[in-house]
């Protein structure tokens, strides 16, 4: 049965592109990682030495949100303990501010960690203080008197919400409210860059989305660098600005979280960011698919590409080919359309073929969905 192409055509119409820019890059940075590695002695049983990080380059820019993501072993978490001076390279160079880290005696290295912050995955708070005693401990141990520590202490309960908490401990809390406390305790020495190390990987969704939204606030209220570590997409996709994929202990790939995810250049970020972006129907829904539909099923990405459904309708109605969408949808990301459709095409005969190659070489990136 044949439909007619001009339903195909208003219905992407109404889905027109406008795309917009992504937040620049080249400010001042933040962190700089200078080639660095790290290994690790190997344990005598295995033997050789293990790479945690291999030759590792990147910036980070003051007041961005800079996410890092890869599989578990990836070298996140070494990472991590770079930039708070907590490990040393075994070769590179690693600068915090206007610090070289790697050239500074543990006790200066320690004066710059009091300008970092940091947020862990079990929320490591005290289960003997009070909340207000855990957000108050990093300034006593910093020598801040009591009524300054109190007035801080109040300050940072109201901003995460949990000033009427103050008096409880952390088992009478809530995940997401420890991680409320984390962020709190992590901010007390007023850090100019924190760390979230799998913050939210021990919450639920919707609580996931309140921490995140509190470090959001942190970012863009206090003007505090985040760099946050997770192996959630989700987490990435919804407040950092840039980020880095590990991939065995290698920087893979980095750039805007759009262009990353829209876009990766190499296999190893394809496959870390394709299963975020949905970019293909499900294999069941695709077996179904094929099992109600007689038509040729494509799959088209959806990008930030002006004009570019317009003329897909066009090339459709050119080549009288009827393109039903029967799977798909178009987000957003970095407030920019990523998606994909997966549409039946049927038509005459060689019709379909024309179409496709026609599409092909206009630079559109689709798959055949037959077996
Ligand atoms: N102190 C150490 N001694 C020996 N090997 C280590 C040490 N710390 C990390 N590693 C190894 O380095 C590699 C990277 O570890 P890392 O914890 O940085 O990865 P990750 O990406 O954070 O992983 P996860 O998400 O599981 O925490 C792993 O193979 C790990 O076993």
């Not at 578990?72 to 915090?96: C, D």
């Not at 990523?338 to 024309?354: I, K, N, Q, R, Y």
Request: glycine share 10%; aromatic share 4%; proline share 5%.
């Amino acid at each position: 049965m044949a439909r007619d192409p001009a339903w195909c055509r208003a219905a992407v119409a109404m889905m027109a592109i406008t795309g917009s820019g992504s937040a620049p890059h080249g400010s001042q940075a933040h962190v700089r990682l200078e080639h660095v590695t790290k290994r690790f002695p190997g344990n005598g049983r295995r033997g050789a030495p293990l790479t945690a990080l291999d030759d590792v380059s990147l910036e980070i820019d003051r007041g961005e949100v800079f996410g890092v993501i890869g599989y578990s072993g990836a070298g996140k978490s070494t990472l991590v303990r770079m930039i708070n001076g907590l490990e040393t390279p075994t070769r590179g160079r690693v600068h915090v501010g206007p610090h070289e880290l790697t050239a500074l005696a543990e006790r200066a290295r320690r004066g710059v960690r009091r300008d970092i912050g940091m947020v862990f995955q079990q929320f490591n708070l005290f289960r003997s203080r009070t909340v207000a005693g855990n957000v108050a401990y990093p300034l006593k141990v910093a020598g801040v008197a009591r009524p300054e520590r109190d007035r801080r202490v109040a300050r940072l309960l109201d901003f995460v919400g949990l000033l009427d908490r103050a008096h409880d401990h952390p088992e009478q809390l809530s995940g997401g409210q420890k991680q409320r406390v984390g962020i709190a305790r992590a901010l007390a020495t007023e850090p100019s860059l924190l760390l979230a190390d799998e913050a939210t990987s021990a919450l639920d969704p919707t609580t996931t989305g309140e921490v995140l939204a509190l470090l959001r606030r942190v970012n863009r209220e206090l003007g505090v660098t985040i760099v946050i570590i997770t192996h959630e997409l989700e987490v990435i996709r919804s407040i950092a600005d840039r980020v880095a994929v590990l991939d065995g202990g290698r920087l893979v790939e980095s750039g805007s979280v759009y262009e990353v995810f829209a876009h990766p250049r190499t296999e190893a970020a394809a496959r870390f960011v394709g299963t975020a972006l949905r970019d293909r129907p499900p294999p069941e829904t695709l077996a179904r698919l094929r099992r109600t539909h007689r038509g040729r099923l494509i799959t088209v990405r959806v990008r930030d590409r002006a004009g570019f459904q317009t003329a897909l309708a066009a090339t459709f109605l050119r080549h009288q080919v009827t393109a039903e969408i029967v799977f798909g949808g178009i987000g957003e990301l970095q407030d920019r359309p990523v998606g994909s459709l997966t549409f039946e095409l049927t038509g005459p005969p060689g019709a379909v073929d024309a179409a496709l190659a026609a599409l092909r070489d206009d630079g559109a990136d689709l798959v055949e969905e037959d077996d």
